[in-house]
């Protein structure tokens, strides 16, 4: 996926209303302020009151569905976009969030774990560098995963702007 594809698929979402924060590499590099790394998707968190609308409304602009693992996660492929991998989550009075895990239960997250950063010259839901930092464990990482962790540690050492 391409910067260019990113933002596109972003600006698809706004006008549409649609709550979201990405996370994954690309989350990544918003709080970098930069494109670090070459992208294969888009790992981005929706609201799931808006999950629906949101499915529909990708659809309806040339994605189809590669896999559906509902409640749990979605994946959507454009041909010249590239893919997205949905996650809803249950927003909470909060602002905390649920997901569901797969078998049953629900991973938890604080309100701390959404905010904001500024990528191209403007601002972008995603999830914050505590999260990410939560985010990027519990799994084997492969090479792109070390790579994310390493920026995500220069940022929180302020080495990266951002």
Partial sequence: ???????????????????????????????????TREHADLDIDLDA??????????????????????PVRMELRHPSLGDIDIHPIMVGSDDSARQADGEGGFYEFKPEYFGEAIFEGRRIRCITLEGQLLFHTGYEPQA???????????LAEGACRP
């Fill in 144 to 154: 792109k995963d070390l790579f994310d962790l390493l920026t995500l540690r220069r």
């Fill in 49 to 70: 009151t808006q999950a629906h609308q949101a499915v529909s409304l990708l659809r309806a602009n040339g994605f189809t569905t590669l896999h559906d693992m509902l």
């Fill in 1 to 35: 996926m391409t910067k260019e594809g990113l933002l596109e698929i972003l600006s698809l979402l706004d006008r549409a209303g649609i709550r979201y924060w990405i996370e994954g590499g690309w989350g990544v590099d918003a709080l970098a302020g930069e494109q």
